[in-house]
């Protein structure tokens, strides 16, 4: 299956697809510009600064407006867009947020990397109400996190590792243990951010790869989804308003300025299994 170009290229570092219908459809941002973008039903993109030089995640909140995650706090905005509540800075210097998901409690969970890429110096924290707690270390580049229908496992990518992990989740919605469940090859590309469908498939964006692969639940790939002309794909998340399209966002960070013109665009194709609807922040 080959991609459809959607939009321009309308972002450096596009990033963090989310389909949710109580907002009009979906968001993304452009994560190294700090900005969350919204798309128009004319294909039009609104953009959003969110005043923090990163803006890594945006959910929605079940009391209405949504939750960014910035370069190092996490932040509340209500449906007017403005802000209502930024946490204390969570993070030290050196580091940043990347990646993450609301769990099926309500809760926001995001992963870290170090500037300039240090092995093992990530970490996951969780955010619940207004309460930061960090929840385990030892990660590199924190990618995509998405949770099954039944809330009983949630998928993972850690980027270097090559994997997609799976986590057992707890009756509280915790994370627990987590084991290896897909191998990517080095020449598919890295796994980078990722979304689960209605059946326990994951989806999943390939940074230097120019693809989505997705995986049927029990490991098996059945699906490749070109992306023509860009080699950095980062996200994707299945949207509209039968859930069955796929939203994918790609990255022109690093490339040469007239290099790979479709860089930072983003692209669609049609999904043969809906998606989940949204899980929502509870705070």
């Known amino acids: 299956m080959r991609a459809e ?35 128009g039903a004319d294909g039009s993109v609104d953009r959003l600064h969110t005043g923090s030089p990163v803006a890594c995640v945006v959910r929605p909140r079940a009391s209405g407006g949504f939750v960014v995650v910035n370069e190092r706090e996490f932040t509340l905005w209500n449906a007017e867009g403005e802000k209502e509540w930024i946490s204390p800075p969570v993070l030290e210097e050196g580091l940043r947020f990347n990646e993450g998901s609301c769990d099926p409690a309500g809760r926001l969970l995001c992963g870290t990397l170090a500037y300039g890429i240090v092995e093992g110096a990530g970490s996951m924290y969780r955010l619940a ?66 979304c689960v469908d209605s059946e326990g498939g994951v989806w999943v964006a390939l940074w230097g790869g120019s693809a989505v692969h997705h995986y049927d639940a029990d490991g ?10 860009v080699t950095q794909v980062t996200s994707c998340t299945l949207g509209g308003p039968d859930l069955r399209t796929l939203y994918i966002t790609t990255s022109r960070e690093g490339l040469p300025a007239h290099d790979q013109p479709a860089a930072g665009a983003l692209f669609t194709a049609p999904a043969p299994t809906p998606g989940l609807p949204t899980l929502e922040f509870a705070g």
């Open 5 to 39: 170009q959607l939009t321009d290229s309308v972002t450096y570092h596009g990033e963090g697809a989310v389909w949710h219908e109580g907002w009009g459809g979906l968001k993304f941002v452009d994560m190294l510009a700090g900005d969350v973008l919204s798309l």
């Open 129 to 194: 109400g207004r309460e930061v707690i960090r929840l385990f270390g030892g990660l590199t580049i924190s990618n995509g996190l998405g949770f099954t229908a039944d809330g009983t496992r949630a998928y993972y990518a850690d980027t270097p590792t090559q994997r997609i992990d799976v986590f057992q989740v707890g009756p509280d919605a915790s994370l627990g243990v987590r084991r290896p469940w897909v191998v990517i090859p080095q020449e598919s590309g890295s796994p980078d951010g990722l």
């Open 220 to 229: 098996v790939l059945d699906e490749v989804v070109e992306v023509p002309g």
